[in-house]
């Protein structure tokens, strides 16, 4: 679920702290990362100053400063969250029942979690030239790539895969609040139908 490196105006939705991540954890640490997330998402990295999210953490900027030492430490933070959550995701897609390619496709629609939220705060910073942010969403990129080729035994049609589920999240995550609308269930299932040819080409292909 890649993050297009452009500007675009992430759809309002509302934010779900009790996922299963924000479940696990729970500390000022954390909720200084969400305050962060949010102001990126929400206005961009110019509003996400440190005094910004030491107010809308609810801590005091020595609190904030306690943990995070600097805005470099807070995009490091947050690059470390991004890899704990696409791990995640990725170990999910490995041991799907459906398969990596069927896995990746379900889940590339936008719910606002935390691995959502996530990968477009650290988008916002690669539109800056972050390294630290473009260099964290290459690394997340290619091990999602990783694990479909090794379900797949093709990188190109692993590829192919990546590229439509990748199409959904951009439609979902940035274009509709423009009006476009949510992809349905019923289309998600027409386009697993088409992975599903992909997958079975490749095979007949390969035998």
Do not use: C
């Amino acid at each position: 679920m890649v993050v297009m490196e452009q500007i675009y105006t992430v759809q309002p939705v509302q934010y779900n702290k009790g996922d299963a991540y924000h479940r696990e954890v729970s500390s000022s640490r954390e909720r200084i990362l969400d305050s962060f997330e949010d102001a990126l998402i929400r206005e961009g990295e110019r509003a996400a100053t440190m005094d910004a999210v030491a107010a809308a953490a609810d801590v005091s900027k020595g609190g904030l400063l306690y943990h995070f030492p600097s805005k470099e430490a807070l995009v490091d933070g947050l690059a470390e969250r991004l890899r704990t959550l696409a791990e995640r995701d990725r170990e999910a897609m490995t041991s799907a029942q459906d398969g990596a390619a069927r896995y990746y496709v379900q889940t590339s629609v936008f719910e606002d979690s935390a691995l959502d939220r996530a990968l477009v705060s650290m988008a916002r910073l690669a539109q800056q030239g972050h390294p630290t942010a473009k260099e964290s969403l290459a690394e997340i990129q290619e091990r999602w790539l990783d694990a479909l080729e090794a379900q797949l035994g093709d990188r190109t049609t692993a590829r192919a895969v990546k590229l439509l589920g990748d199409g959904l999240y951009y439609d979902a995550a940035f274009f509709a609040s423009a009006g476009s609308g949510r992809t349905s269930r019923r289309e998600i299932e027409k386009l697993l139908d088409v992975v599903d040819l992909i997958v079975a080409g490749r095979a007949a292909a390969g035998s």
